[in-house]
């Protein structure tokens, strides 16, 4: 079974930095893909990044590229998001998902959700 927690979250100006964790409690977490996605008020919930089973493969929205990295543990059965130069348009509910591999993009084709974690950008 697959439970995820996320941490991390807060209020940071303009051009700061946070990073965001993501806690598997359950025992196959090396199984899985995995993926961060956010969702600001009143849209759609989109991808930000991704990463696979061992970490060989990242993938990143255009919006996030070169700012946001993704990174995981499996030792600790963890996932990293760490934000850098954060702008206000970042500010929205930030969700880890999992699925298992391949690694894709699209929030319908992951199975297994976190609760959320709000990022807040102030300007």
């Known amino acids: 079974q697959v439970q995820l927690v996320e941490s991390g979250g807060g209020l940071v100006q303009a051009g700061g930095s946070l990073r965001l964790s993501c806690v598997d409690s359950g025992r196959a977490f090396s199984s899985y893909a995995m993926g961060w996605f956010r969702q600001a008020l009143g849209t759609e919930r989109e991808f930000v990044a991704g990463v696979s089973k061992f970490g060989v493969t990242t993938i990143y929205a255009d919006s996030v590229k070169g700012r946001f990295t993704i990174s995981r543990d499996n030792a600790k059965n963890t996932v990293y998001l760490q934000m850098n130069s954060l702008k206000s348009e970042d500010t929205a509910v930030y969700y880890c998902?999992?699925?298992?591999?391949?690694?894709?993009?699209?929030?319908?084709?992951?199975?297994?959700w976190g609760q959320g974690t709000q990022v807040t950008v102030s300007s």
């Open positions: 998902a999992a699925r298992t591999s391949p690694l894709v993009r699209a929030p319908s084709e992951f199975v297994y």
